[in-house]
Nanobody, 122 residues
């Protein structure tokens, strides 16, 4: 089973940027559809970006044009470049992935990592 460890969060002012990293352990990472998710206090976890094994990406309107997901299969890593950050981007960010696209879209995973906190505040 592949596990994921997120890093790169922190405190940033509105308009600033952060780059999150996620490293996978285990095999078959290159076949996985990978997603970045976030969960703000009192809210449900939401998918903010995903990337297929072939490199196709998709984003919800709330982050489109500001966030960019990428992957490096040789390093078993996926990244989230976040620009023009807003206070409403404040959340714990998680990565997760699966062989099947539907699982990533639904976010129905049996386990999650600890995530990385992103706080956007002046």
């Amino acid at each position: 089973q592949v596990q994921f460890v997120e890093s790169g969060g922190g405190l940033v002012q509105p308009g600033g940027s952060l780059r999150l990293s996620c490293v996978a352990s285990g095999s078959f990472f290159s076949y996985y559809v990978m997603g970045w998710y976030r969960q703000a206090p009192g809210k449900q976890r939401e998918l903010v970006a995903h990337i297929t094994s072939g490199g196709s990406t998709n984003y919800p309107d709330s982050v489109k044009g500001r966030f960019t997901i990428s992957r490096d299969n040789a390093k078993k890593s996926v990244y989230l470049q976040m620009n023009s950050l807003k206070p409403e981007d404040t959340a714990v960010y998680y990565c997760n992935g699966a062989m099947y696209f539907a699982a990533v879209v639904s976010g129905d995973f049996g386990s999650w990592g600890q995530g990385t906190q992103v706080t956007v505040s002046s």
